[in-house]
């Protein structure tokens, strides 16, 4: 790799040693030093005892430079990072330090990837790497994404951005906070870490967590921790989704919530449990082929099965698979299947129906049901051929047993 450092508009002519062709590393931060010494203060030849006293790094620990270019390239010499300022003080344990107006980009494969500037900001660099500190702003030129942040660190081996402290993240998709932004600048990709919050207006949604990784070519949002997602309506929480972890698409606006996934409505009031839903926001769809419980927070009904879907618009919930319907009271309804109407507060279920309820004490078994369960209002039918309805009334002495 090569330091390069160029100074505009020096007056005094001097002849300045050329040491780019110098094989060795080793004399660059000499050779960075004898270049600030020679065009310090603007350009304009200092005093005989000022010139001896600004050359020497043992006596003069600050000085001043004006329209300063700050580079780096690699090993086939394409730019890796330019950084250019109005002003800089130099001191001796960093290379540039406290820039005013910083402005410069960042390069990866020749190509630009990160534009970043500052009002004030302490420059360090040590040829492979870039550091930076202030309120720093970087632009990615090809989709607009701004991150902000009070340090950035470029890593152009490792293809690694970083921003931290108090990151703000901004983009026509996605607003994010978080204490750091880790970005793969080849790959696309955006990790936040600590204390997440992102926003989204397209699906209408918050999503907080303490790691979100954002596939931007994907439009896709990833939490492999514990997470919560808002859905918004009208600018207030219309439904909230939990998991151990989860997956946004932000195009098709499907979320995946796997490992203790839960989902609370507001509109139905129900809590939908299961390890594994997939949460359509666009249609407003649920389903689960998991295990799934569903609990109505007014109507005091839970609900269980092997699998389900909840058409949330419609109000309406299809279950299958060892259902089980059990009421405030308990009285129960097992079946094969079960649809749940919950505007008209009607259960109809099929197959194997057994229905229980406990005052009076009643049992009926057939092939369909319908009605009203917290209500206890149960029409039980045998089916269309030779089925029939079994129903078992249980003594009074029994049901205390039970």
Known sequence: MAHQFHKKGSEGKRKIPNF??????????????????????????????????TASSDQDNNLTFFDVTLEQADEVGRPVWKVKATRAKYTKEKQIGQAESPYGELYQDGKVVYQIKA????????????????????????????????????????????????????????????????????????????????????????????????????????????????????????????????EVNLKTKIAIIQKNAQLELLDPPVEIASNFMTWNMNTEIVTTNSPVRMFHRVENLTVTANHGEMKIPQKTVYLTGNVNAIGQRRQSLKSNTLTWYLDNKLIEAQ?????????????????TALGNLQTENIVVKGGNSS??????????????RQ
């Not at 004399?27 to 005989?48: H, Q, R």
């Not at 970087?138 to 690694?160: C, H, Q």
Request: hydrophobic share 35%; proline share 6%.
């Open 20 to 53: 780019s062709s110098t094989p060795s590393f080793l004399v660059l931060p000499l050779t960075f030093f004898l270049v600030f010494g020679l065009v310090a203060c603007g350009g304009k030849s200092p005093p005989a005892s000022q010139e001896k006293t």
């Open 119 to 246: 009002d004030v900001a302490d420059i360090e660099q040590d040829g492979k790497q870039l550091l930076l500190k202030g309120k720093i702003f970087a632009t990615d030129p090809s989709n607009g994404i701004v991150l902000r942040g009070n340090e950035l660190e470029w890593r152009p081996k490792e293809d690694l951005l970083i921003v931290r402290n108090q990151i703000k993240g901004t983009h026509k998709q996605l607003e994010a906070v978080a204490q750091e932004a880790r970005v793969k600048t080849r790959e696309q990709r955006m990790e936040f870490s600590g204390g997440v919050v992102a926003n989204s207006t397209d699906p209408q949604m918050q999503v907080r967590t303490e790691h979100l990784i954002w596939n931007i070519k994907e439009e896709k949002l990833i939490g492999d921790r514990p997470i919560q997602i808002d859905r918004y309506k009208n600018n207030k929480i219309s439904d909230r989704g939990k998991g151990n972890s989860a």
């Open 351 to 367: 197959g194997n129906i057994f229905y229980q309820q406990v005052d009076p004490p009643l049992n009926f078994t057939g092939e």
């Open 387 to 400: 089925g029939r309805v079994v129903t078992e009334i249980i003594p009074q002495e029994r049901a205390n």
